[in-house]
């Protein structure tokens, strides 16, 4: 059978049937409690089948390319206990260099109380993590584009260094999205998502998902069970809906983000952008390889007789968000919320300066969005002019 589009597994794969009324979207069963006798499948929301949530692993799976998925409640829900199932006291892991703040501090602040130890990456190519395999490293944990830096890694290197060495890789997927990149089509095993970002797309759901094969998928079950961490029918429900329009709504911000990147890296008042799709990017070529588009997230640095704070607050139609993807286009500073408990020397370390934007673009009309940031820096300068002449 031909393989369907992408579209098409956003609005179709996994939906149920609705058999009483011939309804056009899926039912929504909010039950939490079922029949245990005479039944095929023993269904409770904490074991992740219950119709609803069978549906929506079924959508998540088929565009990840994998056999198998599961949701859970939160994007660190899923990293946490993608991590837990594979790693041991006494086990070792080796994360990327830049990674987003929340699986920095769970690493740091709570995999010693377990026994499992860990050594971050001094940059982000295969080399890099080559150097840091020890004889019990279990997992590789990267993130490309990643956090709020968009650095890029080689998923096929990272892949082939994993089996080589038998060890499981992971990745964040977050930013690129499944309309973007496919890690496992790669060899990566293990793909994870904050799925509060590109597949809920409106800022209103919070979840997360791994995707895999089934035998590593059975391992992350049955650590998740005993965790808890499932998500209820009615934000599943939502989730399955949003994901229906992922592809055009991804698409739309990939658009606005080259457009935007190519508009601050030709910007008198822009010191620095990053962003995969432009050609001066370290990392260009490689995710040109690998990414089918390069995603709706970049980050920007002012100049530094701008300030970033004021900067902010004088955007009208961009929004000062905590999260992103969203339809709407959002700004923040990592050092104040994604990434403010780390240190300020590990934030210096990976290269995040205090005066860095990070930037999600979302489907409005592009040329609106740059006459808002146009008009913040004209505040922000004429701010500027006058304190340098008090």
């Known amino acids: 059978m031909k393989k369907k589009g992408l579209n098409t597994i956003c609005t179709h794969e996994g939906e149920l049937i609705d058999e009483q009324h011939k309804g056009a979207i ?7 409690s079922y029949a245990f006798d005479d039944v095929d499948i023993k269904r409770y929301p904490r074991y992740f089948n219950t119709p609803n949530q069978e549906g929506l692993c079924k959508k998540i799976a088929a565009l990840e390319h ?34 987003y703040g929340g699986t920095y501090n769970l690493v740091t602040e709570e995999f010693s109380k377990y026994g499992i130890t860990y050594s971050f990456t001094e940059g982000w ?7 840091k395999i020890n004889k019990n490293t279990k997992v590789i944990y990267i993130e490309t584009p990643s956090n709020p830096l968009l650095t890029i890694t080689d998923l ?93 709504r991804v698409k739309a911000q990939n658009a606005n983000a080259m457009d935007m990147a190519n508009f601050l890296s030709n910007h008198k008042d822009i010191n620095a952008v990053n962003y995969p799709g432009l050609p001066m990017h370290k990392g260009h070529e490689i995710a040109k390889e690998q990414m089918r588009g390069f995603g709706g997230m970049l980050s920007f640095e002012l100049k530094s007789y701008l300030d970033p704070a004021l900067f902010q607050k004088s955007l009208k139609l961009i929004k000062s968000s905590m999260s992103l993807a969203g339809v709407e286009s959002t700004v923040l500073s990592p050092t104040q919320t994604s990434h403010a408990l780390m240190s300020p020397e590990v934030r210096a370390e990976q290269g995040i300066a205090d005066g860095l934007i990070r930037f999600s ?11 808002d940031l146009e008009q913040a820096l004209e505040i922000v300068k004429s701010k500027a002019s006058v304190t340098s002449n008090t």
């Not at 599961?70 to 260099?97: K, P």
């Not at 190519?125 to 150097?131: I, L």
């Not at 038998?166 to 904050?194: E, K, L, Y």
């Not at 998902?209 to 499932?230: C, D, P, Q, T, Y």
Request: charged fraction near 20%; proline fraction near 2%.
């Open 26 to 32: 899926s039912p929504l069963y909010m039950s939490t």
């Open 361 to 371: 673009l979302g489907i409005e009309e592009i040329e609106d969005i740059k006459e």
């Open 156 to 248: 096929k290197r990272v892949a082939q260094l994993a089996k080589k060495h038998g060890i499981i890789s992971m990745i964040d997927n977050t930013f690129a999205s499944p309309v973007n990149q496919n890690p496992i089509d790669f060899g990566i095993d293990i793909v994870i998502h904050s799925a509060t970002k590109y597949m809920g797309g409106h800022s209103d759901i919070c979840a997360g998902a791994v995707a895999s094969s089934k035998e590593n998928m059975e391992r992350i079950f049955h650590l998740a069970k005993n965790f808890g961490g499932s998500l209820s029918d009615y934000t599943v429900w939502l989730l399955e809906r949003s994901i229906k329009t992922m592809g055009l």
């Open 125 to 131: 190519e295969t080399k890099d993590f080559e150097a």
């Open 66 to 99: 994998a056999e198998d998925a599961l949701i859970f409640g939160s994007g660190m829900a899923a990293v946490s206990t993608a991590l837990m199932a594979f790693l041991r006291a006494g086990d070792h892991v080796v994360l990327q260099q830049t990674l």
